[in-house]
């Protein structure tokens, strides 16, 4: 069973995708970038950016019922691999140990700097 997570305070997907899809106990969340539920780029730093970017992750997380505390991976797309001690730092405000599996790779992203997937575990209700 696959069910589509809809959240509030992040921008709408601009495609044909969900911004989140639960299969059993795992979450498949969409790449999330640095923008508000309008839209528009927040920070004007890497940090700034980085963090939007884990709260849009969160939300969706939130919704389904988990957090990023639980990701089991996660995929990190930078601007340059320039950022990539200050990835890690932003990074451990919003995963937790054991840290989930990464990939981290540059890409050409047009107008921002960082965009993030990720695969998050959901506990069982008790």
């Given at each position: 069973m ?23 106990n795992?979450?498949?969340?969409a ?11 927040v ?7 980085a ?7 969160e ?8 957090s990023?505390?639980h ?10 691999l ?6 890690n730092?932003?990074?451990a405000?919003?995963v937790?140990?054991?840290y ?5 790779v ?21």
């Amino acid at each position: 069973m696959r069910e589509a997570i809809v959240p509030t305070g992040v921008p709408a997907p601009a495609g044909t995708y969900s911004a989140g899809v639960r299969a059993g106990n795992l979450l498949f969340l969409a790449g999330q970038g640095p923008f508000d539920e309008r839209g528009e780029r927040v920070g004007d730093t890497f940090a700034e950016q980085a963090r939007q970017t884990f709260r849009n992750l969160e939300a969706v997380a939130n919704a389904a019922g988990t957090s990023l505390r639980h990701a089991v991976r996660v995929g990190a797309y930078l601007s340059t691999l320039n950022f990539f001690d200050e990835f890690n730092e932003v990074m451990a405000e919003f995963v937790s140990e054991p840290y989930p599996a990464r990939t981290t790779v540059p890409v050409d992203l047009r107008g921002f700097d960082v965009e993030i997937d990720a695969v998050v575990f959901i506990p069982d209700e008790k």
